[in-house]
């Protein structure tokens, strides 16, 4: 028996070796083809309502199958037990997305994730001033035990978010996101089905906040109220039994193993042909956290699609293999991911506290090399937002606009700042590096040499990284906390410490203060980008507290037969729904 | 100490969101994680007496005892298969590598038995995964089920991590084997046995190998380590959900009440297993239990 799998082995190893010949991956887009000429050319935003392999979801005449139960990996078990208070965990909200739906009062729409559309409300209306905001909510939501959702289902979810609960000794912790939220003064139901949210400050863009797909309503008031009273303060959704708002109800959860949901008869959405959705029977989400388990469950045909979340997402090799076994059968999803970055602790005693010194790092650095290097191949140099981003600097679409001289003329610049700041023999800087990203920290110990640094790598886990992020104990981290995606909601990873712990770079620059008033006080979007760009500028080239290197492709393998996805240019926790999935098969 | 905040793994969902510092120290009071040290390890202690079996996870919020429920099962299934192959399929093959020693039966089973000591099996799961997916287009099933649900899923399922176990448990018992029948058929009293002219097959079973039984139990017993060290990793590429994933997982998040139950419970196990193998070498070798009077101090009474 030993023996048999030993020759299996050895036979697998050595085909393995004869198919290494590179297959040309058809559906995936050439990136290098995008034209670093072109850099003023619009970034298309039309609302084509494209599903991801071109299918046309408006299309009445594309007849949307019903029926069948999706497989889908999923990189865990849900955390937190499944409280999307607590937790932002792709884990969670892979699953969350049909349970839970795919926003709140308002969602990211799905043909265009920069717009806002309604979701639990049909209508919102600011005061002139932007500090009321009063929301209209359908009359035909559901709870999934088929209970009426209410503006006291409102009320009750942004109170629990803002203020979460204290009774005696007892304690409920707020939303990990209140501070997105802003400062809500008071909640107001309006009957019959109005809500009106007062700020304390004026904010224009309190609906983009809402749309956020990680602020879904998973707390049903008529289950969670009665538990709470009876002192049960920190009762989860799970506790109640995954009653939820989306277009998928909870089956059955076996941890570590799977969790299966099934069509909502009662779900409210309907596509444009004025069918209900969502189409499937259900869905089954199985738990495998290991990437490479994932890859031969997929390859041979368990799995209809892949996990969302680092590690699960492919790289360039890892798609070969997956084209070898499955030729046309699988098509790549891909989203704007995470971005490689060093970012530096100025507040720390060292020579990056200079900014000639900062300024010469970032002039060394060989960013194109990262992509294939770090990022498996997929992937772009970009400062900072999804390409795709409207609000994205159009300049910034290829790196680097600011420093377009040839790396070699870079390179003798960055020794000149360096000798100039007095450091032309180099220095030691510590560097903070997930255990889960150290070809990223490598590559930047690597290119730092040349330079005269020698990069110290403390390498650490995601339990010890959580600490240190937030701590001043280093000189330089990567940075990996996902935004909103507007300029607004960047100053949680680019602001002061002492109002952002969780910014990627630790400094108190009171000057970023002021640029991020200047964007919550402009009035166009004009005037939004313009500040944009003059504040990334300011982060990465003047001041370049932050190194923007490359940023990552996420892909998301489908079998071809499961149409109708909406993957989201950006922001994997997006479109987690499957409402509109059907299965041609 | 271990490093780490389970309160920021919490919130920023695994290192990728924004929580402002107020949040984090709220859920670390609610989580109960603001109390001096002594008084939480009180708090978990009695828990493990009063029936909770440490109390809750703090991830998850689930009772301790229903995760131990869910999980023990897989492993000890896992664990007693894997067992019980390499005993099986170990002590034949040692028997025969000693019979046969510096011949072609002692070098395959050498072939055989030092990779399986060599390689991590992490490693060599992997690549037998993709061996099956590139030559039979075939994998495992990637959902759990038990024997009593659907035998022949369950099967498929457990088969490979099980014998990747096997292969590394019985590989060293398999040396072991070798090793103490060739120290023992060199005693007087196999020679004894030959010259009454007793066969060879006799001898190296009836003799050899009884007497070389103790430390090879020794052995087994003090493997069982590990083996649930072996489950650790398997259980999460096989995608079993069992003890061994548990505690990986736990570890990664920081939940420290589930990992103090669990390795509180492995203790148990490894110490209640050592008991019965104790106890176990009295039946062996009976000359065990008489040691204590055999052993008695001379008083010259």
Redesign the interface.
């Known amino acids: 028996?030993?023996?048999g799998?030993?020759a299996?082995?050895v036979?697998?190893?050595i085909?393995?070796y004869y198919?290494q010949v590179p297959t040309p991956i058809s559906n995936i887009p050439d990136l290098e083809s995008i034209d670093p000429n072109n850099q003023e050319k619009d970034v298309d935003i039309s609302p084509s309502f494209q599903d991801d392999q071109g299918g046309d979801l408006d299309d009445p005449s594309i007849q949307q199958k019903r029926g069948g139960i999706l497989v889908l990996a999923n990189r865990?078990?849900p955390?937190?037990?499944f409280d999307t208070m607590?937790?932002?965990?792709?884990?969670?909200?892979h699953v969350a997305g049909a349970l839970f739906g795919p926003g709140n009062l308002v969602m990211r729409c799905r043909e265009n994730m920069y717009l806002v559309c309604p979701y639990l409300a049909r209508s919102w209306l600011p005061n002139p001033s932007f500090t009321e905001w009063t929301f209209t909510l359908r009359n035909d939501v559901f709870w999934h035990d088929n209970t009426q959702f209410t503006p006291n289902d409102v009320k009750f979810w942004l109170n629990l978010s803002i203020s979460?609960l204290k009774v005696g000794d007892?304690?409920?912790?707020?939303?990990?996101?209140?501070?997105?939220l802003g400062e809500i003064e008071k909640v107001e139901v309006i009957p019959p089905v109005q809500v009106k949210i007062t700020l304390k400050n004026p904010n224009r863009f309190f609906p983009d906040i809402l749309a956020n797909p990680?602020l879904k309503i998973a707390h049903p008031r008529h289950l969670m109220e009665p538990r709470i009273n009876d002192g049960d303060?920190?009762v989860?959704p799970?506790?109640v039994g995954l009653i939820g708002l989306g277009p998928f109800k909870f089956d059955n959860y076996?941890?570590?193993?799977?969790m299966q949901v099934l069509r909502f008869d009662n779900y409210f959405e309907h596509d444009a042909g004025g069918d209900q959705l969502p189409y499937l029977d259900g869905i089954?989400y199985?738990?495998?956290?290991?990437p490479?388990?994932m890859d031969?469950?997929f390859?041979?045909?368990?799995?209809d699609g892949g996990a969302r979340g680092?590690g699960h997402y492919l790289s360039e090799e890892r798609v070969v293999g997956y084209t070898r076994?499955l030729e046309d059968n699988v098509h790549f999803s891909q989203i704007e991911g995470?971005t490689i970055r060093l970012a530096f602790n100025v507040l720390k005693s060292g020579p990056w506290q200079d900014m000639r010194v900062r300024r010469a790092i970032a002039l060394w650095i060989d960013k194109e090399s990262a992509i294939p290097a770090v990022l498996g191949g997929f992937g772009w140099t970009t400062p900072d937002i999804s390409p795709n981003n409207p609000f994205k600097d159009k300049r910034f679409v290829v790196w680097p606009k600011f420093d377009l001289a040839p790396l070699d003329e870079r390179r003798d610049e960055a020794k000149k700042l360096m000798a100039g700041a007095g450091y032309s023999n180099g220095f030691s800087m510590g560097h903070l590096c997930?255990a889960r990203h150290t070809q990223a920290c490598q590559f930047l110990k690597d290119q730092l040499v040349g330079l005269g640094i020698d990069l110290q790598l403390h390498i650490?886990?995601?339990?010890?990284?959580?600490?240190a992020?937030?701590s001043l104990d280093f000189d330089t981290q990567p940075g990996?906390?996902?935004?909103l995606p507007i300029p607004e909601g960047t100053e949680?990873?680019y602001g002061r410490f002492s109002l952002?712990?969780?910014a990627y770079s630790k400094h108190e620059d009171e000057e970023v203060d002021r640029f991020y008033r200047l964007l919550r006080d402009a009035t166009t979007t004009e005037r939004r980008i313009d500040i944009w760009r003059q504040l990334q500028k300011y982060l990465f080239v003047e001041q370049t507290y932050i190194i923007p290197i490359a940023e990552a492709t996420y892909v998301v393998p489908y079998r071809t037969y499961v149409r109708g996805l909406v993957i989201p240019s950006e922001d994997g926790h997006t479109n987690t729904d499957f409402a509109t999935v059907w299965l041609d098969k | 100490m271990?490093?780490?905040?389970?309160v920021?793994?919490?919130?920023?969902?695994?290192?990728?969101?924004?929580?402002?510092?107020?949040?984090r120290e709220?859920?670390r009071?609610?989580l109960g994680l603001n109390d001096h040290l002594v008084v939480q390890y009180g708090r978990w202690l009695w828990s493990m007496v009063n029936g909770e079996f440490g109390g809750r996870s703090l991830?998850?919020?689930?009772p301790i005892a229903a995760?131990v429920a869910?999980?023990f099962p897989v492993t000890l299934l896992l664990v007693t298969y894997a067992v019980a192959l390499s005993v099986i399929v170990s002590v034949p093959l040692g028997v025969l590598a000693a019979w046969k020693r510096n011949r072609w039966q002692d070098y395959l089973v050498r072939l055989?038995t030092i990779?399986?000591q060599a390689l991590p099996n992490f490693w060599?799961a992997?690549?037998?995964?993709?061996?099956?997916?590139?030559?039979f287009?075939?994998?495992p099933?990637?959902?759990?089920t038990s024997p009593w649900e659907d035998i022949l899923t369950h099967f498929q399922i457990i088969f490979l991590p099980v014998?990747l176990l096997a292969?590394e448990h019985s590989s060293h018992i398999v040396r072991v084997t070798r090793a103490y029948i060739l120290e023992v058929i060199h005693k007087n009293y196999i020679l004894s046995a030959r010259a009454k002219g007793l066969s060879q097959r006799h001898i190296l079973l009836r003799h050899a190998l009884r007497n070389a039984l103790v430390p090879i139990v020794t052995i087994l017993g003090l493997q069982l380590g590990w083996l649930l060290s072996g489950t650790l990793i398997l259980e999460?590429?096989?995608?079993?959900?069992?003890l061994g994933?548990?505690l990986v997982?736990a570890a990664?998040?920081?939940d420290y009440t589930v990992i103090q139950s669990l390795a509180t419970l492995l203790v148990f196990i490894m110490l209640s297993v050592n008991l019965i193998i104790d106890l176990i070498y009295g039946v062996i070798d009976p000359r065990i239990l008489l040691s204590p009077q055999l052993t008695r101090p001379y008083t010259g009474s």
Not at chain 1, 170 to 176: C, D, G, L, Q, T
Not at chain 1, 480 to 483: K, M
Request: charge should be negative.
């Open positions: 028996m030993i023996l799998f030993s299996i082995l036979m697998g190893l085909l393995d198919n865990g078990d955390p937190a037990g607590r937790t932002s965990s792709i884990a969670l909200h979460g007892k304690i409920r912790a707020p939303a990990y996101f209140e501070g997105d990680r303060l920190s989860s799970l506790d076996e941890p570590g193993s799977i089954d199985v738990i495998i956290s290991d490479v388990a031969i469950a390859r041979t045909g368990r799995l680092f076994d995470g997930r650490i886990d995601e339990g010890e990284w959580n600490r992020r937030v990996a906390l996902s935004v949680g990873v952002s712990p969780d | 271990l490093p780490g905040d389970i920021s793994w919490i919130l920023s969902g695994g290192g990728e969101a924004v929580h402002s510092a107020e949040v709220a859920l009071q609610e991830v998850n919020g689930q995760i869910r999980q055989i990779p399986g060599s992997l690549l037998i995964l993709l061996g099956l997916v590139i030559i287009r075939w994998s099933p990637i959902v759990y014998l292969w999460s590429i096989f995608g079993l959900p069992g994933g548990g997982q990664l998040v920081r």
